[in-house]
């Protein structure tokens, strides 16, 4: 398969073109970076586009490849429901692409996901702790975001109580920053790059489920394993664990 990689330069794109020209099955056909012309996603063949650029960027890469015929892998975060919409709407007249929508391509990150939606319905705390390197602009991170919306549904369809917190008087932040139903609480830190800890806690037992990051090669077998499934996906897909057995 013809693979083309854009933000090829970024840290997370030199490790995609490295796991792509690595792999096998896959050919690299393509490294373009800020200022490349995109008629090279084309003239090359690529049939998948992986795009670790920036949010401000992303929509234009996609809505040229999906227009091209040109199926997607995206790492690049910031999609809100708007460009969601927009992405179903390019996919729509283009039946036969896949695009596939990754907040988070660490397997572990999201089996944490998951294993934690599990967890939901059997424990009345849950908070969540996530630490990252110093250099990250956005509080909480999206993956903390979603694993709290995700364990907010399924505290919603288990009709869980409202979660015990005897707090009545606390700096502002002590308690974190709520979505949903979940308190997260971030660490900015030299020393890390992305951790996260979900802790559940019943009276006389806590479940703490925890997924750390090491470095950056550690999101490529997920980039591959989207790479291989996008193009047996048409439409659009979001999260990796669509294409992951038991969910
Ligand atoms: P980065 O190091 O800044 O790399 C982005 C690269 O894309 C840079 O080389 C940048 O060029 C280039 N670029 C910007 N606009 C472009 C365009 N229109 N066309 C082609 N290339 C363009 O960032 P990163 O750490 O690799 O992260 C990239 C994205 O992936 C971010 O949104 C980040 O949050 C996300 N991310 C996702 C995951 C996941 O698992 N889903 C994991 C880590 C990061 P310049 O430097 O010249 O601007």
Redesign the pocket.
């Known amino acids: 398969m013809k693979v083309a990689v854009?933000?090829a330069?970024?840290?997370?794109?030199t490790e995609a073109v490295a796991a792509i020209s690595d792999a096998k099955d896959l050919q690299l056909v393509a490294q373009?970076?800020?200022g490349?012309s995109l008629d090279q996603l084309v003239t090359s063949g690529a049939q998948v586009v992986v795009d670790?650029?920036?949010?401000d960027?992303v929509m234009?890469?996609l809505e040229f490849a999906i227009t091209n015929g040109i199926s997607v892998v995206v790492?690049?975060?910031?999609f809100d429901d708007a460009k969601l919409a927009k992405l179903k709407t390019l996919l729509a007249a283009n039946p036969k692409v896949g695009a596939l929508i990754?907040?988070?391509?660490?397997l572990g990150a999201v089996l944490m996901m998951q294993f934690s939606e599990v967890a939901a319905k059997y424990f009345e705390s849950v908070e969540i702790i996530e630490l990252h390197h110093a250099n990250k602009v956005d509080a909480p991170s999206g993956t903390a975001v979603r694993t709290a919306q995700m364990i907010t549904d399924a505290r919603k369809k288990n009709n869980k109580a409202k979660m015990p917190d005897a707090t009545k008087d606390a700096i502002a932040g002590a308690r974190g920053a709520t979505v949903g139903d979940v308190p997260i609480h971030s660490v900015r830190s030299h020393g890390y790059v992305a951790h996260q800890e979900v802790i559940f806690g019943d009276p006389g037992e806590t479940l703490s489920i925890r997924h750390d990051s090491i470095n950056?090669a550690g999101?490529m077998p997920g980039v591959l394993l989207g790479v291989r499934e996008v193009v047996k996906h048409p439409g659009l897909t979001v999260g990796l664990e669509k294409y992951m057995e038991g969910f």
Do not use: Q
Not at 9 to 13: A, F, T
Not at 102 to 106: E, G
């Open positions: 854009l933000g330069k970024g840290r997370m794109g373009l970076d800020l490349d670790f650029t920036h949010p960027a234009k890469n790492g690049t975060t910031g990754a907040p988070n391509f660490a950056r999101f």
